[in-house]
């Protein structure tokens, strides 16, 4: 059976649990090596008060914790790494997936209309568009829409 190594960018949305669930349907054809990232997006000054700004990055970073914990959980008896990064996620992947051995991503798209899209961008858009690497992208369903 051939080894992959995939890695499961998360954040905790229900995008996340879809392409755990997803990852985890490879494991009847593949013996897999899971790769867990949580990319906090922390901004030096959120609130203009240093003191408050250390508080929300703090919780940040536990939360960043538990999403991770969680997913380990999720997949116990497979082989996982847990890693966290710092930036603007779709930048941080795309520069970890340069880094590390990584066969396959697996994302789920985000639930956002055109125009979020348009006007906001996708952490997915961005790493389909910037991955040296196959991307599988889970689309999520919209609102209103089979």
């Not at 997006?41 to 914790?65: H, M, P, Q, V, W």
């Not at 603007?88 to 055109?114: C, F, W």
């Amino acid at each position: 059976m051939k080894k992959l190594t995939v890695l499961l960018p998360l954040d905790g949305s229900e995008g996340s649990q879809l392409a755990i669930d997803t990852a985890k349907e490879l494991l009847d054809k593949f013996e897999i090596h899971f790769k867990l990232l949580n990319v906090l997006d922390i901004r030096t000054k959120l609130t203009g008060y240093e003191e408050f700004d250390k508080l929300l990055n703090d919780r940040k970073t536990k939360a960043s914790e538990e999403i991770l914990s969680r997913a380990k959980e999720q997949l116990a008896g497979c082989e996982v790494t847990t890693d966290m990064d710092i930036g603007r996620p779709g930048e941080r992947i795309v520069a970890y997936i340069a880094k590390h051995p990584v066969d396959l991503i697996i994302m789920a798209t985000q639930n956002q209309s055109r125009v979020q899209r348009l006007l906001l961008g996708s952490v997915t858009n961005y790493v389909l568009s910037y991955s040296s690497k196959p991307v599988l992208a889970i689309p999520m369903k919209m609102p209103n829409h089979t």
